[in-house]
């Protein structure tokens, strides 16, 4: 007997998310980020969430769609342009509660989160103004001869995560092939239920032919749903199989930046299902050609 | 060689920085100073570490990886303190607080910027300089509106566990490098870039700014550091873009 087929459509996937959850989104600014998900998540009437994320276009389509309550980022960036639009705006609106924490803290809360830690001692955060913002945050005190002082970052446990890879099998085992591993494999295991997108959906036996072992980064008793998504990550990169789609990020954060570009923007590609994207998005570059 | 220019002399100053720091990894923010990393690295200082900007560590060959550095990786690589940053800074204080999170109040700020990054940790952690391609009263101000990077005040306040790795070796401006090589800990002038006058830096400096009777110039380049500057390391001349003649 083989281990359970987990897989399932971007809506099941979404449907299983509650407003007012907290969902962490893998990736890393503009990089192999669940966009298909994500997309899947604007068409849902889920609302209320706490999206919790090295942020980039996720939150800020999250943001401009208002699904994000609260944000727990260390920054929003889509990488070739520095400042994410929507999550700019959503700033400067005053409508977005954030949670700001340092890169590094926000790695140890997802880390203390998957060893089920109330908190990790870090030294990260003293003397910034991350420990004025969350005035939550606490310091512990080594109770070695150091005594050092130390900020106690709280664990991010979370109800969902969203990742994309490269590759998985119907079981939830996923093979990422591009150069760097980001944080997905804690956020699957900081998550009460993850959902995992890949570019195509393989047998077991073929992992081994695409990659080393150490490629297999994210294990089956750590995932609830698979979904193959082709170009899921869209228009973020996906290395090897895709990177960044320069020209259509370049016209989102146009779009973005006025009211009106947006509405036009979401009409053309946000208001249909997954396909009916995928299909918009080769329009889109076959003008550009 | 023709004349040395301003983004040259800036080239220059940024490889400094660098100067005897061993193998660590030289992780330069800017156009400016990863020319100036690589140009340490092919002259006075081979030890040094340095990513193609992303997770791939780079050999001194062409197209040869010599190793893996992932973003969690790097993490540990900060908090292990093998490492020598230089960032961007939004606003800068004469105690070297930075911010690249956001201008004015942070609960809704009127511009929003990166957020705060890996400021903290790396402040708190390794050598951390800055560079600034716009010396402007806007950047040096007297009150930075968020501290991302922890500044020699603040990290005093917050205690020994935050003092005890906190150390930033120099700012790196279009105009000069400064430092914090005073007895209080706050900001002096190291050199003014050939060209530049103590009253232009003062003008560009939203801070009263102490600036010493004969303060040196930034060296001049060799003509062999300017030969890999111009036709090995940027001959597409990158840096003229950061920093206008």
């Known amino acids: 007997?083989?281990?359970?087929?987990?897989?399932?459509?971007?809506?099941?996937?979404?449907?299983?998310?509650?407003?007012?959850?907290?969902?962490?989104?893998?990736?890393?600014?503009?990089?192999?980020?669940?966009?298909?998900?994500?997309?899947?998540?604007?068409?849902?009437?889920?609302?209320d969430l706490t999206v919790v994320s090295y942020g980039g276009p996720d939150v800020g389509l999250l943001a401009a769609a208002g699904k994000v309550r609260k944000l727990v980022a260390a920054f929003a960036t889509l990488d070739s342009i520095p400042l994410e639009p929507h999550f700019r705006a959503a700033r400067e609106r005053g409508d977005l509660e954030l949670v700001e924490l340092d890169e590094a803290m926000f790695m140890w809360g997802l880390t203390a989160a998957v060893h089920r830690l109330p908190f990790m001692p870090v030294r990260a955060g003293l003397g910034s103004d991350v420990m004025t913002v969350n005035p939550g945050l606490r310091t512990v005190t080594s109770p070695y001869e150091d005594g050092e002082e130390l900020v106690a970052v709280?664990?991010?446990?979370?109800?969902?995560?969203?990742?994309?890879?490269?590759?998985?099998?119907?079981?939830?085992?996923?093979?990422?092939?591009?150069?760097?591993?980001?944080?997905?494999?804690?956020?699957?295991?900081?998550?009460?239920?993850?959902?995992?997108?890949?570019?195509?959906?393989?047998?077991?036996?073929?992992?081994?032919?695409?990659?080393?072992?150490?490629?297999?980064?994210?294990?089956r008793h750590s995932v609830t749903g698979v979904i193959e998504t082709p170009n899921g990550a869209h228009f973020t990169s996906c290395a090897p199989d895709y990177g960044r789609?320069?020209?259509?990020?370049?016209?989102?954060?146009?779009?973005?930046?006025?009211?009106?570009?947006?509405?036009?923007?979401?009409?053309?590609?946000?208001?249909?299902?997954?396909?009916?994207?995928?299909?918009?998005?080769?329009?889109?570059?076959?003008?550009?050609? | 060689m023709s004349t040395v220019t301003r983004a040259e002399y800036c080239v220059v100053a940024c490889a400094e920085a660098w100067r005897g720091d061993g193998e660590v990894l030289a992780a330069p923010m800017g156009t400016v100073p990863r020319i100036g990393a690589q140009l340490a690295r092919l002259t006075f200082a081979p030890d040094l570490l340095l990513t193609d900007g992303e997770a791939m560590l780079l050999g001194t060959e062409p197209g040869v990886v010599e190793g893996w550095l992932p973003y969690r990786q790097h993490l540990s690589?900060?908090?292990?303190?093998?490492?020598?940053?230089?960032?961007?800074?939004?606003?800068?204080?004469?105690?070297?607080?930075?911010?690249?999170?956001?201008?004015?109040?942070?609960?809704?700020?009127?511009?929003?910027?990166?957020?705060?990054?890996?400021?903290?940790?790396?402040?708190?952690?390794?050598?951390?300089?800055?560079?600034?391609?716009?010396?402007?009263?806007?950047?040096?101000?007297?009150?930075?509106?968020?501290?991302?990077?922890?500044?020699?005040?603040?990290?005093?306040?917050?205690?020994?566990?935050?003092?005890?790795?906190?150390?930033?070796?120099?700012?790196?401006?279009?105009?000069?490098?400064?430092?914090?090589?005073?007895?209080?800990r706050t900001m002096r002038v190291r050199s003014l870039h050939p060209g530049v006058t103590a009253q232009q830096v003062r003008e560009a400096t939203g801070f009263a700014l102490d600036i010493a009777d004969g303060v040196p110039y930034t060296r001049e380049p060799t003509g062999a550091e300017l030969r890999l500057i111009r036709e090995v390391i940027d001959p597409e001349g990158l840096r003229e873009r950061e920093v206008p003649a």
Request: proline letters at 6%; a neutral charge.
């Open chain 1, 1 to 47: 007997m083989n281990p359970g087929d987990k897989q399932m459509s971007p809506e099941e996937a979404v449907g299983r998310i509650e407003s007012g959850m907290t969902v962490g989104i893998g990736g890393w600014g503009s990089r192999r980020k669940p966009m298909a998900l994500v997309r899947a998540l604007l068409r849902s009437p889920v609302t």
């Open chain 1, 154 to 219: 709280p664990s991010l446990r979370l109800d969902a995560a969203l990742v994309h890879l490269n590759r998985a099998d119907a079981h939830g085992n996923g093979q990422y092939l591009g150069p760097d591993p980001y944080f997905d494999d804690l956020f699957c295991e900081a998550a009460e239920a993850a959902y995992v997108s890949c570019e195509r959906v393989v047998d077991s036996a073929e992992f081994a032919d695409a990659g080393s072992p150490q490629t297999l980064l994210v294990k």
């Open chain 1, 245 to 289: 789609d320069e020209a259509f990020q370049r016209a989102y954060a146009k779009a973005a930046a006025d009211p009106g570009a947006w509405r036009e923007f979401t009409e053309r590609f946000l208001t249909g299902d997954e396909d009916a994207y995928q299909t918009a998005v080769a329009a889109f570059a076959k003008e550009g050609a």
């Open chain 2, 77 to 184: 690589l900060v908090s292990g303190g093998k490492r020598h940053v230089m960032m961007g800074a939004s606003q800068l204080d004469r105690h070297g607080n930075q911010n690249i999170s956001c201008i004015g109040d942070w609960k809704r700020p009127r511009r929003q910027l990166l957020g705060v990054r890996g400021a903290p940790v790396n402040t708190l952690n390794n050598p951390t300089s800055y560079w600034v391609p716009r010396h402007s009263p806007r950047v040096f101000v007297e009150r930075v509106d968020m501290v991302c990077g922890v500044g020699y005040d603040r990290a005093a306040a917050a205690g020994p566990s935050a003092t005890r790795y906190h150390r930033i070796p120099c700012v790196v401006t279009d105009l000069a490098v400064l430092d914090f090589a005073t007895p209080d």
